[in-house]
C-alpha cells in the first residue's frame, strides 16, 4: 500500500533553516505529482509547494524565494527546504501524493 513518511521536523530559531523529506513508497514515485502542505493550529491546511514529475515547482507565496522543493527519483524521496524560517511557519508539514497523506511532522519556528 502508499506509504509517505515524513521526517526532519524540529524545532528551529527564527531565521533558521530545517530540511523535510517524504520517503514514499507503494506506487511508481517518479510519474506523480508531489506536494507539500501545513496546517498551524486553527487553520486550515494549506498548499505549501509542489513539484510535478517533470520537476516543475510552484510555491505558496508566503514561502515563495524561502522554500525550495526537490525530489530524489531514486530514492523515492521528496524534500523540501525550508530557510529563513518564520514564526508563522510554525505547523505541522504534510506530504501528499493524490489520495494520500503522510503522518505530518511538525515544525516550529521559536526563540
Known amino acids: 500500500q502508499v506509504q509517505l513518511v515524513e521526517s526532519g521536523g524540529g524545532l528551529v530559531q527564527p531565521g533558521g533553516s530545517l530540511r523535510l523529506s517524504c520517503a514514499a513508497s507503494g506506487f511508481i514515485f517518479r510519474i506523480n505529482y508531489m506536494g507539500w502542505y501545513r496546517q498551524a493550529p486553527g487553520k486550515q491546511r494549506e498548499l505549501v509547494a509542489g513539484?510535478?514529475?517533470?520537476?516543475?515547482?510552484t510555491y505558496a507565496d508566503s514561502v515563495k524565494g524561502r522554500f525550495t522543493i526537490s525530489r530524489d527519483n531514486a530514492k523515492n524521496t521528496v524534500y523540501l527546504q525550508m530557510n529563513s524560517l518564520k514564526a508563522e511557519d510554525t505547523a505541522v508539514y504534510y506530504c501528499?501524493?493524490?489520495?494520500?497523506w503522510g503522518q505530518g511532522t511538525q515544525v516550529t519556528v521559536s526563540s
Open positions: 513539484i510535478t514529475a517533470a520537476g516543475n515547482t
Open positions: 501528499r501524493r493524490a489520495a494520500d
